[in-house]
């Protein structure tokens, strides 16, 4: 992949704690593109019960931008880092950011998961996720489909239907 410095790249951008929808806000107002994926959780306090809008992944958001601007989010305000494997910006696939926004926007309120494991890869062959390849789990007896965001090592899952799956062939 040749990169001519313009061309941009998802990059998984670790924030202070709790800092991740400041950051977002903040990276927004300087006009770089990012997604905080965030899911609506119940809390529950000593006086009262409360549904919140929670990252998906504590202290990750990710940002579409250039490689050679990673500066201008290194500047931001409740930024830490931005995530490095091997020395090198770890750059997450267009289609990994594209799987979480359509699980979440397709309705599914996804766990966060292991990322390393034992399963098989499948495809999911009808519904708001079609096409979407991930790998099949079971967790207290029920079907999940994990799909992997290799550049912050994390990962979610949602229930699904075992009909909707098929096997991935390998080549």
Not at 17 to 34: N, V, Y
Request: aromatic content about 10%; proline content about 5%; charged content about 30%.
């Amino acid at each position: 992949m040749e990169d001519n410095g313009r061309e941009k790249h998802w990059l998984a951008v670790y924030t202070k704690p709790r800092h991740e929808k400041t950051a977002d806000s903040e990276l927004m107002k300087k006009g770089i593109e990012c997604y905080l994926p965030l899911v609506k959780r119940r809390r529950f306090w000593k006086d009262r019960k409360k549904w919140v809008w929670m990252p998906l992944f504590r202290s990750y958001l990710f940002a579409h931008i250039p490689l050679r601007e990673t500066l201008y989010v290194l500047q931001t305000y409740g930024v830490h880092h931005i995530v490095k494997i091997g020395g090198k910006y770890a750059v997450v696939p267009d289609e990994q950011v594209e799987a979480v926004r359509k699980m979440l926007e397709g309705g599914y309120v996804p766990d966060a998961h292991d990322y390393f494991d034992i399963g098989d890869e499948v495809e999911i062959g009808g519904g708001p996720l079609v096409g979407m390849r991930g790998i099949l789990s079971r967790k207290a007896g029920e079907t999940r489909f994990v799909i992997r965001v290799d550049g912050i090592q994390q990962a979610i899952s949602v229930h699904i239907d075992a009909d909707m799956l098929k096997p991935v062939k390998p080549f």
